[in-house]
């Protein structure tokens, strides 16, 4: 397939941020702010910088080795056949349940409008319309991505600029200073729940980060390694400095005992400030970034399911493409999977938005573990010391076996809490799925050959 480079490096900043900030964060923010108390901007700079050696571990591999579906391909060249059918199938299964995770905050999002509707119909509904549009096709993804992304930024700066001025009058003396949190988030300390909190904090923080791959799947439109590379720095930075100042204002508006995930504190805390039109305008906005999410992780799993086709991985009919190139029984696999996982979190006895962003942790966890390994494996094989590796990667090859131990470490935290330790054996029993459909479909390739 001849690659396309039509990807400028500032239209991939756009799709990076676009693919990664959603309801995830603008919803899912308020579980680990209960865990983690003010110790949660902690776990924040934490996870930037591991989100950081995974694209750098990337984006090394990728310029130097650019080949198509990278996600699985790399870990199959470098750690084996059965790494990379793991890795295509846990990316998938990931990008299913991120689709799951925005269709319900959006159905959230939407009772501050429609309070009597449920929240699993409303899910439904907002799933279909993506499946839908992706089956129809949108024209100049980029370009509108990149849209849906400058909404989302110009909300969080917003939100940032607001809150500020109206700390900077509290600390003036200003009467507005009353509509902030009386007692103050920060009266009970930066570790309200101690150091165990903040790592047990971390998976769903984790989450927040984890939609890299439209990033991954958008640098290979660019020709020139170090402008990816600065388009990853410029996206993991712009990440951090978004989520970081915006809970640290966040916190001077709700106590952090007080933060709920039946909707979003951003709202909250807006509705708080006597100004409702915002709090409006705001949930409108973060409707937006939670459709981008479903829409480019939807397209990312389409692909990565074709091209799990194309190698054995799945079966072939998954490849068919309509003449506008899209793969249409690809999507009816992954919109019955989507109804699957919303149908399954509905059932299950845990809350339903926690459950769906502590499962898909848990597989983006592995994901980036596989990653990094196969970083490791490449810079000792390749054996070219001059080859290009990203800023992003710095203090690699010890940086990155620490991050893995660290991947490992937040993995045990998540199991001290009961409803992570229930989306724990879920993933094992993905997992173990996975690695029998592996011993199935290596027995019918013998087989056919």
């Not at 003396?173 to 007692?183: K, Y």
């Not at 570790?191 to 998976?203: N, R």
């Not at 916190?251 to 979003?264: A, E, K, R, Y």
């Not at 149908?343 to 848990?362: C, D, E, G, H, W």
Request: charged residues 10%; aromatic residues 12%; proline residues 4%.
């Amino acid at each position: 397939m001849e690659q396309r480079y039509g990807v400028s490096e500032g239209s991939l900043v756009f799709i990076g941020v676009g693919g990664i900030i959603g309801a995830g964060f603008f919803l899912g923010c308020g579980l680990p702010i209960q865990t983690a108390g003010p110790s949660v901007l902690l776990a924040f700079v934490i996870a930037a910088l591991v989100t950081g050696q995974v694209i750098g571990a990337l984006t090394s591999i990728a310029s130097n080795h650019p080949v198509r579906g990278s996600f699985q391909a790399y870990p199959a060249m470098y750690l084996g056949k059965f790494v990379g059918f793991l890795q295509g199938w846990t990316y998938y299964l990931t990008s299913i349940l991120t689709i799951s995770s925005e269709a319900v905050a959006m159905g959230v999002f939407v009772t501050e409008w429609l309070p009597r509707f449920p929240v699993g119909l409303m899910a439904s509904v907002f799933a279909a319309i993506i499946v839908v549009i992706n089956a129809v096709g949108v024209q100049n993804f980029t370009r509108v991505e990149s849209i849906m992304s400058a909404v989302k930024i110009a909300a969080l700066a917003g939100f940032i600029v607001y809150a500020a001025v109206i700390v900077l009058t509290k600390w003036l003396g200003s009467s507005v200073g009353s509509l902030l949190a009386p007692a103050g988030s920060y009266a009970g300390g930066f570790w309200p729940t101690g150091f165990a909190g903040m790592m047990k904090s971390m998976l769903v923080v984790i989450f927040t980060f984890a939609g890299i791959g439209v990033f991954a799947t958008g640098m290979g439109e660019i020709r020139d390694p170090k402008q990816i590379d600065n388009a990853g720095m410029w996206t993991v930075g712009l990440l951090a400095v978004l989520y970081i100042a915006s809970i640290m204002l966040l916190l001077f508006f709700i106590p952090w005992n007080q933060v709920t995930t039946s909707s979003s504190p951003f709202v909250d805390a807006l509705r708080r400030s006597g100004i409702p039109a915002l709090a409006q305008v705001f949930n409108a906005a973060i409707l937006v970034a939670a459709f981008s999410v479903m829409a480019g992780s939807l397209y990312s799993a389409n692909e990565i399911l074709c091209s799990l086709g194309e190698e054995g991985d799945a079966p072939r009919f998954v490849t068919r493409r309509s003449e506008r190139g899209t793969p249409y029984l690809a999507l009816v696999v992954s919109a019955a999977c989507i109804g699957l996982s919303l149908a399954l979190s509905l059932l299950l006895p845990t809350n339903l938005y926690n459950f769906l962003i502590s499962a898909s942790s848990f597989l983006t966890l592995l994901n980036w573990f596989v990653i990094l390994c196969t970083f490791l494996v490449w810079r000792h094989k390749s054996g070219d010391r001059k080859a290009f590796t990203s800023k992003l990667a710095f203090g690699q090859p010890v940086s990155t076996v620490i991050t893995m131990l660290l991947l490992v470490v937040l993995a045990g935290y998540a199991l001290l809490q009961r409803d992570q330790r229930i989306t724990f054996y879920v993933f094992v029993v993905l997992c173990t799925a996975i690695a029998s459909s592996y011993l199935f479909v290596r027995r019918r390739a013998r087989v056919e050959s």
